[in-house]
């Protein structure tokens, strides 16, 4: 599931297939796609307990993000974690 896309947003977000082991509450992926460099991917559990951790991650990673955008994105990783939980009811 997509989350923003380029051309309305400065980010392409989406829920993640997990290839690892089974998807869960707590392995549920979310993606943040850069034009440059890496994928940036963080696990629903990270995000749930470490969400400013999360972001700081990507203020380094993405420098020419403003403050507005980071909120953004804050948003579409509390969406995400909304659909987690729905999804697997914990």
């Known amino acids: ?52 951790r999360c972001l700081d991650t990507v203020r380094i990673e993405e420098p020419d993000a403003s403050e507005e955008e980071i909120e953004e994105l804050a948003g579409y990783m509390t969406r995400f974690l909304k659909d987690v939980d729905k999804e697997f009811k914990k």
């Open 1 to 52: 599931m997509s989350y923003s896309r380029w051309g309305n947003s400065y980010w392409y977000t989406f829920w993640s297939s997990n290839n690892e082991k089974v998807e869960n509450f707590d392995t549920a992926l979310f993606c943040i796609c850069r034009f440059m460099g890496p994928d940036i991917t963080f696990s629903a559990k990270k995000i749930r307990e470490k969400l400013i």
